[in-house]
């Protein structure tokens, strides 16, 4: 995928370029401990019914439910499509993305200790009166965009590029309750969603200077304020993203930097990411690449990737990558290109 368009190579055929990836950070092991209670009251539930129960027995649910207290686990994935061709001079491109990103905070209500405690008492469980639960909150885009690059007559190897899109955006908010928990309900869109429909227009900078290449994309250039199901706000700002590569003899030095980061909604908080990555050609057809991701005030943390790359001149590109943090927490991406005629 492009992340710049004024950067489009020049193409003699029409190219369709497919990219995506997904990332899972549970590193505070969010969604096993939610597992593992549902199951300790389902237990809880058997003892209390069949007369089974000895005082304490309701002590490791408790201590589940206080240790989960403010745990978060998140998500994230996209889709993307790119066609370009030489008609109209090579200037124009189309492209589909799709992305989302989701969290879920667990939040602990003291009360639910009492509640627990007196179960022997009244020999009945029902997890639908307690009142710890997981606040979940997820944005969806998509983005339907045609671009076009302009060259500037007066500075040579500077480009500049517009984007006119139409973007669908879906705001999922709601609590899920700790009874018959599973791991689809974090992520079950129906009745908790709200969607919206706008155009946009985004822009973007790329020139040559010496051995490096300059990039800076101006996204959403018309700024609003949505609503979620819940009430809490997003704010579509403008952003700004740099990106410099460098040249060297023996590969490829890569920088891309958040200038302003992205939106928060919910208890998915905003985020700002850098990523230093080195390609080092190993044969004629062959690149293999490692990297670093630096992230700034989401939950997530700092990963590094591995990825190797193959490619043919007559425009077939694929390209494979890994992303780690932390035993629960990595991901993956690919990207292929072939020409259609």
């Known amino acids: 995928m492009l992340l710049n368009?004024?950067?489009?190579?020049?193409?003699?055929?029409?190219?369709?370029?497919?990219?995506?990836?997904?990332?899972?950070?549970?590193?505070?092991?969010?969604?096993?401990?939610?597992?593992?209670?549902?199951?300790?009251?389902?237990e809880l539930d058997a003892k209390v019914r069949e007369l089974d129960y000895r005082p304490g027995d309701e002590e490791a649910l408790i201590a589940l439910l206080k240790k989960m207290d403010g745990n978060t686990a998140t998500a994230?994935?996209?889709?993307?499509?790119?066609?370009?061709?030489?008609?109209?001079?090579?200037?124009?491109?189309?492209?589909?993305?799709?992305?989302?990103?989701?969290?879920?905070?667990?939040?602990?209500?003291?009360?639910?200790?009492?509640?627990?405690?007196?179960?022997?008492?009244?020999?009945?469980?029902?997890?639908?009166?307690l009142e710890s639960h997981v606040n979940v909150s997820g944005i969806g885009l998509g983005e339907l965009a045609l671009q076009r690059r302009f060259e500037f007559e007066s500075a040579d190897n500077w480009w500049w590029a517009a984007s006119l899109k139409h973007q669908e955006i879906w705001l999922y908010e709601r609590d899920v309750q700790i009874r018959r928990y599973r791991?689809?309900?974090?992520?079950?869109?129906?009745?908790?969603?709200?969607?919206?429909?706008?155009?946009?227009?985004?822009?973007?900078?790329?020139g040559k200077w010496g051995d490096a290449r300059l990039g800076l994309n101006v996204r959403d250039l018309f700024e609003t304020t949505y609503r979620g199901p819940e009430g809490s706000a997003f704010h579509l700002r403008t952003r700004l993203e740099l990106q410099i590569d460098y040249e060297l003899e023996w590969g490829r030095l890569s920088f891309d930097h958040d200038v302003s980061p992205q939106a928060g909604f919910g208890v998915m908080r905003g985020r700002r990411e850098t990523r230093l990555a080195l390609d080092?050609?190993?044969?004629?057809?062959?690149?293999?690449?490692?990297?670093?991701?630096?992230?700034?005030?989401?939950?997530?943390?700092?990963?590094?990737?591995?990825?190797?790359?193959?490619?043919?001149?007559?425009?077939?590109?694929?390209?494979?990558?890994?992303?780690?943090?932390?035993?629960?927490?990595?991901?993956?991406?690919?990207?292929?290109?072939?020409?259609?005629?």
Do not use: C, M, W
């Open 76 to 129: 994230q994935g996209g889709l993307a499509l790119v066609v370009a061709n030489p008609v109209l001079e090579d200037r124009y491109a189309l492209t589909l993305e799709a992305s989302t990103r989701f969290a879920g905070t667990f939040s602990y209500d003291e009360g639910d200790e009492g509640k627990l405690r007196i179960a022997p008492i009244i020999a009945f469980i029902e997890l639908a009166e």
């Open 183 to 206: 791991e689809s309900d974090l992520f079950r869109l129906s009745r908790f969603t709200r969607k919206f429909s706008r155009p946009n227009v985004d822009l973007a900078l790329s």
């Open 5 to 42: 368009p004024a950067q489009k190579p020049g193409v003699r055929e029409t190219l369709v370029n497919v990219s995506g990836f997904s990332y899972l950070n549970d590193s505070e092991d969010l969604l096993e401990d939610l597992l593992d209670t549902r199951d300790a009251s389902f």
């Open 280 to 341: 080092v050609p190993v044969s004629r057809r062959l690149n293999l690449g490692a990297s670093y991701l630096a992230i700034q005030h989401d939950h997530d943390d700092d990963a590094v990737g591995l990825r190797i790359s193959y490619h043919l001149p007559e425009g077939f590109h694929l390209r494979l990558s890994g992303l780690f943090a932390g035993r629960n927490e990595l991901g993956g991406a690919f990207e292929i290109q072939l020409p259609l005629f």
